[in-house]
């Protein structure tokens, strides 16, 4: 077997620990919320804080990978992924929970993405869309598997012990997985997945020459892309952050909110895979615009949904589209600036879409103190998804 599939496999492990706990907020929402009191706005802010410091430490943890390598740089990030998790069973006052999500956990989330996005891309030349999207799928498969877990744990031992034996649980999936990457093929003496000439040509971009984040932040287009691809997250991670509350709010009860929780990480993993085939058809800009545009129709259809049945098929759907989507800030950043310095690239990438994205959960908030309801926060998220669709079409070499 090629090696490169076993690497596609730890980076699977290593998404599904880190964003299916990180994400299992959702669930935690409204137990903080009535014992605590605190307002929406303040709690989401916490998250909003959290995607902000996420997308630094990831700029952090990309330099890191390509100068240390990816295997010491993710498993200091499991550690202090699962030590924060862990320390979430001891928050009493609001800024534990800032400090938490914005400061250890942050960290350690930072070292989820850009490392292993990086490590994939140099793996692979051909079918490079498909294998960053089967590696990027613990991005949806985690909430699939973590979300039950998560909300067993929490009626069987309460939200605080839960928040512990969460993080012992991830921070070690991410440690033991992070000791199988290697940082590129050569050292290991092999060549990358379909390095012929074909493939070499069909893989190249204009941007393949830029080396460093200096040479990213003198290019223009750099910064139009982090733009169009942060607007999808805004809009995103509203959906992330709200859907169980949302469900709460419709007069569901926690299992069914799980439910849909879980059938929305399934439809993640299915969109990751199915797109990222795609991907490899029609290239990454096209493969973006069809799931961001899908998402936004879906988007309100789940807000103005209102039958389980409905709401469950909607989830699902909408988990294929915004998953799939969400796999394509990696291929599109790879297409228009090549794999030098990948992990730097994607370090930065995040940082700016991080910092974009950390307005949907603040703002959402703030809407549902303002309505009472998350429908209106909904439809901005499908606006805003819109827009994003709009400005891609200007995302050109």
Known sequence: ??????????????????YGTYFSFTLFYEHLAA????????????????????????????????????????????????????LGGAVSEIWHLYALYGGVMAAGMGAVWSPLV??????????????????????????????????LLIAQLGWR??????GVFSGGFIVVSALFLVRDPREIGVLPYGSGAVARVRTASPGATLTGIGHFARDGLFWWMSLVLGLWWFAGAIIYVHIAPFMLQKGFDA??????????????????????????KIGALHTYRLGVGLSALLMSAFAFADGAASLNALSFVLGAFVGGS?????????????????????????????IVG??????SGMIYDATQSYAPAFHVGAAVFLLSLALSFSLRR
Do not use: H
Request: positive net charge; proline residues 2%.
């Open 326 to 354: 969400s796999t394509q800030i990696s291929t599109v950043s790879v297409a228009l600036f090549g794999t030098k310095s990948a992990g730097a690239l994607m370090g930065a990438v995040l940082a700016l879409v991080g």
């Open 358 to 363: 950390a307005g949907g959960p603040l703002v």
């Open 118 to 151: 990086s490590v994939v891309s140099r793996w692979f030349e051909a079918r490079r869309g498909l294998a960053i999207g089967v590696a990027t799928l613990g991005g949806g498969s985690g909430v699939f598997f973590m979300a039950p877990l998560a909300e």
């Open 35 to 86: 014992e605590f009191g605190w307002s929406r706005t303040a709690i989401s802010g916490a998250m909003s804080l959290g995607l902000i410091a996420y997308g630094l430490f990831a700029l952090i943890m990309g330099w890191c990978a390509d100068r240390f390598g990816p295997r010491p740089t993710v498993v200091v990030g499991g550690i202090l992924f699962g030590v924060g998790t862990a």
């Open 161 to 166: 012990e839960a928040y512990l034996w969460l």
């Open 1 to 18: 077997m090629f090696y490169g599939w076993i690497i596609v496999a730890a980076c699977l492990v290593i998404g599904a620990s880190g």
């Open 255 to 280: 299992g069914a909110a799980a439910l849909v929780v879980t059938l929305f990480g399934a439809g993640n993993c299915f969109g990751r895979i199915g797109m990222g085939a795609v991907c490899d």
